[in-house]
């Protein structure tokens, strides 16, 4: 025996607004949620061989209460599964479908219902939209079926449109709070909440699939649940940012950040955590060395050999390379700028040394005014030094090129490089600078270090007055 009984939705607003997409889009994400809470298959959504668009979930089936709900304690439980939250969302869409003509036919083993209009009980005056309750035409049925009259293709691909289940979009990385998808068809990236599109953002890079709800963006899901302000999931999207860890992800972001010298980043760019994260990212899982465009345009000799040893170059932005030299990457390790490479290099740099036998006898004419100079120094100016050679090579200076000498207090020894034996101007020059630090123990363009070279200066004018010892200088400059 049929029975059937009318139930009152008690649809206060109407959402005069919403078109057919709206209120598919709600049948459709409930039919989701069922498919996650539940665990069980996949809605599937299909025109049958009638032109009749079916959604079909296979969860437990709907039943007449679920008219009853202002929030389901269910999804309110699990917000990382569900999409709605909002009993009324399943109202708004049959509210819409009625305005707009759609026959709706929903099957359950617990009940057939349809939608009709019909006098509100006690108030015969007034005749409001009401859900029809018979009995199951079949009480076998394994979850619900949403049978619609009336639905174009268009409308349902507009729906369709809203969840990330059917976007295509690639997924780059998955965190604990949600995904970084890359956009496949559309213009503009969107952002979803387990799924469900609920605003869009011209000018990200990524879509953002978020799935750990704070109290801010589940507060803005409002009974729409369209058009989220960016306030609303800014924190979120950080989070999923900070989270990520892969190169996939690193790799667009750095690259993104090659456009903020024209001002062109995007908007997720612009977030200094962001960008510096990116480059832990990168420094953890790649060679890479983090250069400003002036370090790259006047690095010098290091940025080749940086290149030559492997190192990918990344272009960054002054005010993050200057962050940089104090960080450490994702794994803990020093992230590599050109000062970190440097040290690396010098590190592990061998001098190529050139006996004294090999060199010629222009060279070695300059090479002996280190003795002359020597005679004219204190000896508390030149204790300190226990041997002076000469190298084909050297290390690198704070940018990039060759030094032209180098102090090693530990080893009591001045290199200079092959090149300053061109002349005595050169070579002295060069030797006096390494004796100012043999002596003073004072880094350049410091105040000791000035002080010192000023007092070398002011002893080699003394000597050089003297006829005897300048007449043995300058005649090496013949």
């Known amino acids: 025996m049929v029975t059937v009984r009318q139930f009152d939705l008690n649809i206060e607003k109407v959402l005069e607004h919403w078109n057919i997409a709206f209120a598919l889009r709600e049948l459709i994400a409930n ?239 612009q977030w200094t955590d962001v960008q510096l994260h990116a480059c832990k990212i990168l420094n953890a899982n790649e060679k890479v060395i983090f250069l400003t465009p002036n370090q790259l345009r006047n690095g010098g000799a290091l940025v080749t050999y940086a290149q030559n040893d492997g190192h990918r170059i990344v272009v960054v932005p002054e005010s993050i390379a200057n962050r940089l030299g104090n960080l450490k990457d994702i794994q803990g390790e020093p992230i590599r700028d050109l000062d970190g490479y440097r040290t690396e290099f010098n590190h592990s740099f061998e001098f190529d040394i050139v006996p004294l036998k090999q060199l010629s006898k222009t060279e070695l004419r300059v090479f002996a005014a280190k003795d002359i100079i020597f005679n004219w120094l204190t000896k508390s100016q030149t204790q300190n030094i226990k041997e002076i050679r000469i190298s084909e090579t050297m290390r690198m200076d704070f940018v990039g090129n060759e030094t032209l000498g180098l102090w090693e207090p530990l080893e009591q020894r001045i290199t200079i490089k092959r090149s300053q034996l061109r002349n005595v101007a050169d070579f002295a020059g060069t030797l006096l600078h390494e004796v100012t630090h043999a002596f003073t123990g004072a880094d350049d363009e410091t105040m000791e270090f000035e002080r010192g070279l000023t007092e070398l200066l002011g002893q080699l004018a003394s000597c050089a007055l003297q006829k005897e010892s300048k007449k043995g200088f300058w005649d090496l400059f013949r």
């Open 31 to 269: 039919a989701f949620d069922e498919h996650k809470l539940t665990k069980t298959k996949e809605p599937e959504i299909y025109k049958d061989e009638n032109g009749v668009w079916h959604i079909r979930d296979f969860g437990r089936g709907l039943r007449y209460e679920h008219f009853t709900q202002n929030e389901n304690k269910e999804k309110l439980e699990h917000p990382e599964l569900v999409i709605g939250k909002f009993g009324v969302g399943l109202k708004d869409a049959l509210a819409t479908f009625d305005r707009n003509n759609v026959h709706v036919l929903i099957h359950s083993r617990h009940a057939d219902i349809t939608i009709d209009k019909s006098h509100k009980h006690g108030f015969e005056g007034v005749v409001t939209l009401h859900a029809v309750i018979q009995t199951p035409s079949d009480s076998n049925l394994v979850g619900t079926d949403v049978v619609l009259h009336g639905i174009k293709d268009e409308d349902m691909d507009q729906a369709k449109d809203y969840f990330l289940h059917f976007s295509g979009d690639k997924v780059l990385e998955t965190t604990t709070y949600g995904s970084i998808l890359k956009p496949k068809k559309r213009k503009h990236a969107r952002i979803y909440v387990n799924g469900l599109c609920v605003a869009e953002e011209e000018n990200f890079l990524f879509t953002y699939n978020v799935t750990s709800l704070n109290a801010a963006l589940r507060k803005a899901l409002n009974r729409e649940r369209t058009n989220v302000g960016r306030s609303a999931y800014t924190d979120r999207v950080k989070s999923i940012l900070l989270a990520c860890s892969s190169s996939m992800v690193a790799d667009e972001l750095a690259a993104d950040l090659k456009n903020f010298e024209a001002g062109q980043l995007h908007d997720e760019l």
